[in-house]
């Protein structure tokens, strides 16, 4: 069998491998490998690049702000058929740490449940509600923005991250009453 029908044949098996990137830098590196498989025509081996990500809700300045949070820091997934310069040529991208691996720097693919769980998971993230983040802390004085008891302020005292929601100490009427309130009804005092 010649070399050209060896790299053809193997080129069809593709396996999922992890690329490491300067963290923060990631959609840079997912769009410098896209632009260089698409310049030097290697649609054939690399067929997808991935960077799992999740929406995270956030407070700030009272108002509930969204932003996309890396699932995994750090690391772009690829799709590929590692076959002849293909190795070289995306660790050589700006950006590219390498690839994670073996000991002796050998790319390793990922297993098929692993894929599985990432796909699944990247599948799960992009179809619930994003996620509200809990900036939060016991004994934290924190100011209700939102319904009837809006601009009292207290105490939190117990912090429920399943249900997203505070307990809160307010002092109504000189006495202290408790106050469940979810994460975007307060902000900090």
């Known amino acids: 069998m010649s070399s050209q029908a ?9 396996k999922w491998y992890v690329v490491r990137a300067i963290s923060g830098k990631e959609k840079k590196v997912k769009e410098y490998i896209e632009n260089e498989i698409n310049r030097l025509g ?13 929406k995270v809700y956030q407070i700030r300045n009272g108002k509930k702000v969204s932003k996309e949070r890396n699932f995994f820091p750090g690391y772009v997934i690829i799709e590929a058929a590692l076959v002849g310069e293909i190795p070289h040529i995306l660790k050589n ?12 720097g050998n790319p390793t693919p990922l297993r098929v449940s692993e ?8 599948d799960e993230l992009a179809e619930s509600e ?16 939102n319904g009837p008891f809006n601009s009292f302020t207290g105490t939190i005292e117990e912090i429920n991250e399943e249900k997203k929601t505070l307990k809160v100490m307010v002092k109504i009427f000189g006495r ?8 975007l009804e307060v902000e900090r005092a």
């Open 6 to 14: 060896q790299i053809k044949e193997s080129s069809t098996v593709k």
């Open 42 to 54: 290697l649609k054939d081996f690399v067929s997808q690049v991935l960077i799992p990500t999740e």
């Open 93 to 104: 991208i700006a950006g590219v740490i390498g690839f994670l691996g073996d000991k002796a």
């Open 115 to 122: 894929v599985n769980r990432i796909l699944g998971k990247v």
């Open 130 to 145: 994003a996620q509200i983040t809990n900036p939060f802390v016991n004994g934290e004085a924190v100011k209700v923005i």
């Open 176 to 183: 202290n009453t408790p106050l469940e309130l979810g994460f």
